[in-house]
């Protein structure tokens, strides 16, 4: 099935509202083995949006609609979906009463403009909304599905989730079973993992098993989806790829579960191995402590940190000499491997991990240019320092030094030597 998305509203022409809700059902339809070919944004102005709906279906047989189903003067969609498809208005009594049930709750008199909310086209089958006021409604017109949703993120989501899947999924039949399977890697780039890692998969990709990369700022996720008849017959045409890539690309791969991160990856693998970490920052100011924390148990395996942005704090808190600071700098292998091992002890845990480097914009030298920055390792029985060269975005290398680290973690805790983006390593 293809799909077309009509996002309507003037505060996302202007950009007063960022189009979220287009990235969103984007994501979910490609979840869910429908192809979206067209994504669109128009005014609140009827025949913008019956221009649009007549070109979209000329290349779907779907159309979801989000936006302008509110109370005010310009929600313009539920009424140009009468003109478009014919009829007339009608109650529907559920979303009245429900409407009044809220406002009655919250101790405010309903108006007219919300119980109008209620009032729906007869042509359409209403998409009960127990998230808001206004319902969405799906429509079978000339061989189209029209589907319109509130703009509201929180109710275009349950709506699509509640009530638009379920349908969609009886609509499609049999063909409909589709088997989903995600992985999540790090330390390797999208490119690299593609040709080289996992190399030609074209044998796999028949039956219409498909492999998606999913670039994000944590790694690379793979999305491997396969359509049977049954579930069982899905997933038996998607496992070879998945084996394959197992094979190929183990070492960088931290997760197979949807929406797992990085940082609860790790925390998994310490607290399985009842191990410990601490961390001394500089670079990334606490942001490496914050991504760790934000991850539910982490009090279980983390045992806080040492921020020595300024040289002096290096001294006094992680005892980092101040001749290794002259000789070397603070950007350094050496220093690093201090600040590693200082962490780990200071804060009694079983590994300290450090990092220091040149965030940017500005700061560099030839000798060590912005985004410059050392990881240091430490653990007792291994003591290493690791070098990476990012790039002048301040914000995105303080990120990306915090998910090296924790990959570098990950790495060691599960017997891999190869360090992240095959960098190479000093002793300590």
Not at 327 to 348: D, Y
Request: aromatic letters at 6%.
């Amino acid at each position: 099935m293809r799909a077309s998305i009509l996002t309507i509203g003037n505060e996302l022409l202007i950009g007063d509202i960022i189009n979220t809700n287009a990235a969103w059902i984007g994501t979910f339809l490609t979840e869910h083995d429908i192809e979206p070919v067209r994504s669109v944004t128009v005014g609140d102005s009827e025949s913008e949006i019956v221009h649009h709906l007549k070109d979209c279906a000329k290349v779907s047989e779907l159309i979801i609609i989000t936006g302008g189903l509110g109370p005010t003067h310009d929600d313009v969609t539920k009424h140009t979906l009468l003109r478009y498809t014919g009829g007339s208005f009608t109650e529907h009594k559920p979303t009245r009463d429900f409407i009044e049930y809220n406002f009655e709750k919250r101790g405010i008199p309903v108006s007219k403009s919300n119980l109008a909310q209620a009032m729906v086209p007869d042509t359409c089958e209403v998409l009960f909304n127990k998230a808001g006021t206004a319902p969405g409604m799906w429509f079978d017109f000339e061989g189209v599905v029209l589907v319109s949703l509130p703009g509201v993120p929180s109710e275009m989501k349950y709506l699509m989730e509640k009530e638009v899947w379920p349908r969609l999924a009886q609509k499609l039949g049999a063909n409909g079973t589709l088997f989903r399977h995600y992985m999540h890697t790090a330390g390797i780039g999208e490119s690299t993992l593609s040709d080289i890692e996992i190399g030609d998969i074209s044998d796999k990709l028949v039956d219409g098993v498909q492999l998606a990369f999913l670039p994000h700022s944590h790694g690379v996720g793979l999305r491997i989806s396969a359509t049977g008849t049954t579930a069982e017959m899905a997933r038996a045409r998607a496992l070879p790829l998945i084996e394959h890539i197992r094979r190929k690309a183990s070492e960088h791969i931290y997760s197979e579960v949807q929406g797992d991160d990085l940082p609860a990856a790790v925390g998994r693998l310490l607290e399985h191995s009842k191990k410990t970490i601490a961390t001394a920052e500089s670079c990334t100011g606490g942001l490496l402590g914050s991504m760790i924390t934000d991850v539910p148990g982490s009090s279980g395996w983390y045992n806080g940190s040492i921020i020595a942005y300024q040289n002096e704090l290096k001294t006094s808190l992680l005892g980092v000499p101040a001749e290794i600071l002259q000789q070397h700098g603070a950007v350094s292998a050496e220093t690093a491997l201090i600040m590693a091992k200082a962490a780990a002890e200071k804060l009694g845990a079983d590994v300290g991990l450090s990092t220091t480097g040149i965030a940017g914009p500005g700061g560099g030298t030839e000798e060590k240019p912005v985004g410059l920055v050392w990881f240091g390792y430490y653990d007792g029985e291994r003591h290493f320092a690791m070098r990476a060269q990012f790039f002048k975005n301040r914000k995105m290398n303080k990120e990306r030094t915090a998910l090296v680290a924790l990959d570098i973690t990950r790495r060691v805790l599960t017997g891999i030597t190869r360090m992240p983006y095959d960098a190479p390593v000093v002793v300590g």
